[in-house]
């Protein structure tokens, strides 16, 4: 019965309860959308990258490493000699490597060098695995990848040609037009900036700044006179299958790869025994495969143990001969996210105090209308209501407009990041779950309506006080 007169009580005071309803919508719908962008966007940093122990690079910081090798971020450093990237496919406790070089542009996109042991090993979101939307993998020293958002931008397909410039400045004035790269693969969406980027081999990246300065053009797929010093490291990895395997399944190698190599090589001189270079013959194809690579940029470590990574990154931190850094993408996500900590609580905290700002509305829209409600109060006694009902309805009025307003919100919020989701995953990597609404949305709602309930006690109590008068004035 309550509830029947606080709904008819607010239609009657239509206009200022609609006003509170809506400044209520709009600060509930702020502090909603606040929340779920801040939840949305922490899982998307902590989904760029999985499975991957740890990255190694030049000495430039911790947070630096990070967001060039992982998210396409901040200027590349100097980076790390090749033999270096030997020695740490080496290591007994590496399971797989992937070599990384930056620095290159195509269209505003960054252009990474690499193998395809990125393909076969980096994972993202819940260790899921990159997938082929088109095409496939690199199939020789000429071949690119690119990701969706680079494909669906640019019109891109596979066997496309594409052109890839120095610097990582949306407008170049070095082309590295004499070797231009023919697209093999586009991935599928993952909504993380693997989507933003052109993969190309190391070997061929490498080429296209040999022949910057050179005015032929050289074709990608010619075979490329091998330095005689490499013979060994050829011949140990095209010997046999069981070698190919051997060393594809523990390094990222894989066979297809060798057999490329090994057509592209081919009119060589035979190679020398690999028995000449045991130590070398584990990197295999990738060290065919990068022959004339003299550094890389970073390096992503796959460990065989995991216990092992702060050991490992330990001894890589204190190494003399060339000093490397050596961090965890967990710890470094967590300081990264850390940092912006700070203004993901001061939004919060802002959307808060709108909230509570339209609430102290709602109260003073409910003190206004209590001397215009004098009458109503007293026919109210005079039919039996007690003063403590006159409480519960005027709280009543109150928690039903801001049900009314949260309900209201999350469905305008809902709808509106649903519209915008494209829009928001294209321009700023914003990748969104199917499901917006979580149990923080349900904490703040709760939360809304409790502090709807406390600021309503004053207005409340001031129906109960005229109650109280009324039944003396009665009497």
Known sequence: MLTTIAIESLKRRKNTALLTLVSIVISVSLLLSVDIIRSQVKDSFTRTVSGVDVIVGAPSGQLNLLLSS???LTTPSKGISWDSVISLNSDPRVSWLIPLSLGDTHSGYRVIGTTNA???HFKYGDKQPLVFAEGGPF?????????ADVAESLGYRVDDSIVISHGLGNVSFRQHDSFPFSVAGVLEKTGTPVDKAVYVTLIGLERAHEHAGHSGIVKPSQSIQRPSNLHAQAHAHTDGETAVHGNSEHKGISHEEAGHEKESYEGDNPPHSHEEE???QRMGEMNVENNNV???SAVMLGLKNRVTALQLQYQLNQRSNEPVLAILPGMALAELWQIMGNVEALLLLLSSLIVVSALIGLATMLLATMRERYQEIAVLRTIGASPAALLILVQLEALLIALAGCGVS???VTGLLTVLKPWLSAEFGLFLSDTLL?????AIVILV????????FFPAYAAYKRGLHAELNSQ
């Open 118 to 120: 990125y393909f076969e």
């Open 294 to 296: 003299s550094s890389v």
């Open 70 to 72: 992982v998210f396409n």
């Open 449 to 456: 309506l409790l502090s709807t309930y406390i600021v309503s």
């Open 278 to 280: 045991p130590d070398r």
């Open 139 to 147: 199939a020789h020293v000429g071949s690119a990848v690119i990701g």
């Open 438 to 442: 979580s149990s923080n949305s349900l």
């Open 410 to 412: 999350m469905l305008l």
